[in-house]
């Protein structure tokens, strides 16, 4: 079973940066792809993005496209979200998430069914 922790969040203003991490507790967080969720108050939460395995595939929501870059460090089990340019509406909690099974159609990667570990989040917020 894999534990994951995220950290990194804050308050920041719009136009600003935040780096959330999410550290996985097994030595098998190599083996699972990973991905970035939010939920805003009062709304479901939604996909962010995703990475495979080794880091080489990343699939984006449109939300976060050209904005937010996901990266991982499979020597520390930690996978990374950069955001930048914030908005208002990034504000939320953000998870990590992570599975075995990397879909290669992305719609279904984006689904939070697809994801089997969960860390408890952390609070990202935007305003000005």
């Known amino acids: 079973q894999v534990q994951l922790a995220e950290s990194g969040g804050g308050l920041v203003q719009p136009g600003g940066s935040l780096r959330l991490s999410c550290s996985g507790s097994?030595?098998?967080?190599?083996?699972?792809?990973m991905a970035w969720f939010r939920q805003a108050p009062g709304k479901e939460r939604e996909f962010v993005g995703r990475?495979?395995?080794?880091?080489?595939?990343?699939d984006y929501a449109d939300s976060a496209k050209g904005r937010f870059t996901i990266s991982r460090d499979n020597a520390k089990n930690t996978v990374y979200l950069q955001m930048n340019s914030l908005k208002p509406e990034d504000t939320g909690i953000y998870s990590c998430?992570?599975?075995?099974?990397?879909?290669?159609?992305?719609?279904?990667?984006?689904?939070?069914?697809?994801?089997?570990?969960w860390g408890q989040g952390t609070p990202v917020t935007v305003f000005s």
């Open positions: 998430a992570a599975t075995r099974t990397w879909r290669m159609d992305a719609k279904l990667g984006s689904s939070a069914d697809e994801y089997d570990y």
């Open positions: 990475t495979s395995w080794s880091g080489d595939v990343t």
């Open positions: 097994e030595h098998s967080f190599i083996s699972h792809a």
